[in-house]
Structure formats: structure tokens, C-alpha cells
């Protein structure tokens, strides 16, 4: 089975970063940052990390496991919580964004609040709940390092 990371990144102004995916023929939808495990990944916490390089030339510290879920694909998919300090999405390198038909890859920065979490089209909805729910309890926060 395959396995897939994303990274709920938390930047230092209090925002968290998403990519709006546009399709042509698909309502625009909101994903994390991430991607397939691959065999050379040493473990998860490799692969994120490698994933945040390829997609938004980014640097993340203090990453630590969110929750996991299983998508309607029946691939799991961990995510993780993290901190960013440092991104260009224009140096990104990812396969992805090499092909003309996977739409556009647009990287916004939402408020870390319920509203605008309430606002987004969040890929899967149940991270859009789990996230929603640590806003909500406080506990959306991460572990000194």
C-alpha cells in the first residue's frame, strides 16, 4: 500500500501555507504540501522533508506527527505539523510541475483560524476537520525544540 506525507506548515506570522489547485473542469480545492513516500526516503520525516524542498524550495523544522489518515484511494497519508521560515515557491522542482496537465500550483497563506479554515475547499475534508478541531481545543501548537 502506498504511503503519502503532507506537512502542516506554520509560518512565523501566524499563518499556515496551502496550494490552491485550479483544474480546468474541477472547483478549485486546497491541498497540503506533500507527497508519495518514495523507496530511497530513509523513513516519513525524510520524505516530508524532501517533499517541502521539491514543492516550495522550503525548509522545515521541528516536524512531529498530526495524525493519520486513510484516503479514499487506500493509501495512508501522515501528517505532520511544522514550522517554515523559509520558501520560494517559484524554485520549486517537483515532477509535478513539469506537466501541462495537472492545472495551476498557486501557494497562499492562510490565517491560522477557524474561519478561514472554515473558508477552504481543504483536501481530504478530514484533515480540514482535524485541523478545525485542534483550533478549536488550542491545542494546534507546536513542541519546543
Known amino acids: 500500500m502506498k504511503q503519502r506525507v503532507r506537512a502542516i506548515l506554520l509560518t512565523t506570522a501566524g499563518t499556515?501555507?496551502?496550494?490552491n489547485r485550479i483544474r480546468p473542469g474541477i472547483p478549485p480545492y486546497q491541498v497540503l504540501v506533500g507527497g508519495g513516500v518514495e523507496p530511497e526516503d530513509a523513513d516519513l520525516e525524510a520524505a516530508l522533508l524532501r517533499e517541502i524542498r521539491e514543492e516550495i524550495a522550503g525548509e522545515a523544522v521541528n516536524p512531529h506527527p498530526f495524525?493519520?489518515?486513510?484516503?479514499?484511494k487506500g493509501e495512508t497519508e501522515h501528517f505532520?505539523?511544522?514550522?517554515?521560515?523559509?520558501?520560494?515557491?517559484?524554485?520549486?522542482?517537483?515532477?509535478?510541475?513539469?506537466?501541462?496537465?495537472?492545472?495551476?500550483?498557486?501557494?497562499?497563506?492562510v490565517p491560522l483560524a477557524a474561519e478561514a479554515i472554515e473558508a477552504l475547499n481543504l483536501m481530504p475534508p478530514q484533515i480540514k476537520?482535524?485541523?478545525?478541531d485542534a483550533i478549536r481545543a488550542g491545542s494546534l501548537t507546536l513542541p519546543v525544540a
Open 16 to 19: 499556515m501555507l496551502v496550494i
Open 67 to 72: 495524525c493519520r489518515l486513510e484516503n479514499d
Open 80 to 109: 505532520y505539523l511544522a514550522q517554515i521560515a523559509v520558501w520560494n515557491f517559484d524554485d520549486r522542482t517537483g515532477p509535478e510541475f513539469q506537466r501541462d496537465d495537472r492545472g495551476e500550483y498557486l501557494l497562499e497563506e
Open 129 to 132: 476537520d482535524a485541523l478545525l
